[in-house]
C-alpha cells in the first residue's frame, strides 16, 4: 500500500508544479503568434524539462532508498529493498547519460566531426 501513496504523492506534486512550469518559459509563443519555429522550440523545451524532472526523480530514489536503508533495523529484507531502489536509480541515471553520448558521437561522426551543439535549436 505504500507504493501507491507514494506514486500519488507524486501524482499530486507533478499537477500542482506542471502548470506553473508551462508559465515559466516551457512554451515559447502566445496567443495566435506561434510559428512552426515556436513548434520546434517547444519539442526542444518539453525534452530539456523531461532530461530535468529524470535526474531530479533519480536524486528522490536515491535519498528515498537511502533512508530505508538507515530504517532498515536489520531486516533483511527491507535492506534488499533499499539496495535495489538505489541500484535502479544509478542504473536509469546511467541509461540516460549513455543515451545522451550515443546520440552525440554519432551525430559528431556523421557531420565529418565538425564541432557543434546540437541540443540547441537556434531559429
Known sequence: MQKHQFLK?????????LPGLTFAGLVPCSGTDCTSCDLIVLAQNIFRFVLEISFAIIALFVVI??????LAAGNPGNIKS???MIQGAIVGLI???CSWLIVNT??????GGAPG???KIEC
Open 106 to 111: 554519432v551525430l559528431y561522426f556523421l557531420s
Open 9 to 17: 504523492a507524486i501524482l499530486a506534486f507533478l499537477m500542482i508544479s
Open 117 to 119: 551543439e546540437w541540443w
Open 65 to 70: 532508498g537511502g533512508i530505508k536503508l538507515l
Open 95 to 97: 541509461i540516460i547519460l
Open 82 to 84: 533499499a539496495k535495489d
